[in-house]
């Protein structure tokens, strides 16, 4: 993912999750949301979007997917949404350049505060991003097998919150932050995506995020060369 010579001034940021798609340009704000779920595609997307793609009031867009993402490509069919999106021409729907990277490491590139950080996306499924230094590291750890045949997100997405109940869910959230926050060792976990609601309290090395983090991500997503975002962190997370 190359960096251009000029960051873009007008950037339509599309956050696409299991629930819902979110849309946002610039420093106006969200502009506004619309159901996802099984049936969403890109072409329904698109549609969805029509009278944002027909004001033609941006000069780029940042998308963050609900699946895997290499070099700026879908790699992979979602888990949560409908089918199409690998080989969609997202450039040719919206007019403009794009970029595409998963939807945790844009809300990741979005809460980064420097150094050792890893995020973990508690939404309809389970995101899990690492930066290290700059170095943005998107995961698939949330499909890693975890218990009794099941992945983490089996346990830590919407299913498994819902399947087994918030106690029991909150429990397996705790467990599943130390044991990564220890494995991976970073400096702090942040915490972001829908069901942050749901906790009563944060695990221990853990920060709250917010989802409009997203969206921050989304315009940081433009500074990027290669992995590596071109900022200049305030200071070292502690």
Known sequence: ????????????????????????LGRRGLLGRFASG???TPQRMLRALHPV?????YDAVSIGYPGVVHLGRIA???????????????????????????????QAIGSYRGGR????G?????????????IVEPTELGHMPYKRGR???????ERGRKRRGNKKWRASVAEVVEYLRRALEVDYVMLGGGNVKHLKSLPPGTRLGDNRNAFVGGLRLWQLRGERLLLRPRRRAR
């Open 38 to 40: 099984t049936h969403m």
């Open 76 to 106: 992979a069919e979602p888990h949560n949404l409908g089918h199409g999106w690998v080989g969609f021409d997202f450039a040719k729907g919206f007019g403009r350049p794009v970029r595409i990277v998963n939807d945790a490491a844009m």
């Open 53 to 57: 793609i027909a004001s033609g009031a």
């Open 117 to 120: 950080m890893l995020f973990i």
């Open 151 to 157: 992945s983490y997100e089996d346990y830590l997405g």
């Open 1 to 24: 993912m190359a960096a251009s010579s000029r960051t873009p001034r007008r950037i339509l940021v599309v956050d696409i999750g299991g629930t819902h798609v979110k849309y946002h």
């Open 122 to 134: 508690l939404g309809t499924g389970l995101g899990i991003t690492l930066i290290v230094d700059g």
